[in-house]
Nanobody, 115 residues
């Protein structure tokens, strides 16, 4: 059973940067399409970015141009580098792994952007 653990969240000032990590256990990530989602207070979960098994990357409008998704399969880890953060980026960020038909979620890591 694949398990995902996110880390790297925290409090950051507007304009700052954070890198989130998602470490997998129980399976190797190179067989999975990996994604990041976020859920702000009172809002629905929103797709942020994903990376395919062949390394193609895709970004949602919310963080396009301000984020980079990457994977280090030797470390079984996916990253989300985020920059120029804004208060409306405040959310719990979740890692997701997809190997059709199964999808797996991590528990999330909280990002708060505030001065």
């Amino acid at each position: 059973q694949l398990q995902l653990v996110e880390s790297g969240g925290g409090l950051v000032q507007p304009g700052g940067s954070l890198t989130l990590s998602c470490v997998a256990s129980g399976a190797t990530l190179d067989a999975y399409a990996m994604g990041w989602f976020r859920q702000a207070p009172g809002k629905e979960r929103e797709w942020v970015s994903c990376i395919s098994t062949v390394g193609n990357t895709y970004y949602g409008d919310s963080m396009k141009g301000r984020s980079t998704i990457s994977a280090d399969y030797a470390k079984n880890t996916v990253y989300l580098q985020m920059g120029n953060l804004r208060p409306d980026d405040t959310a719990v960020y979740y890692c997701h792994a997809l190997l059709v038909p199964n999808g797996y979620w991590g528990q999330g890591t909280r990002v708060t952007v505030s001065s």
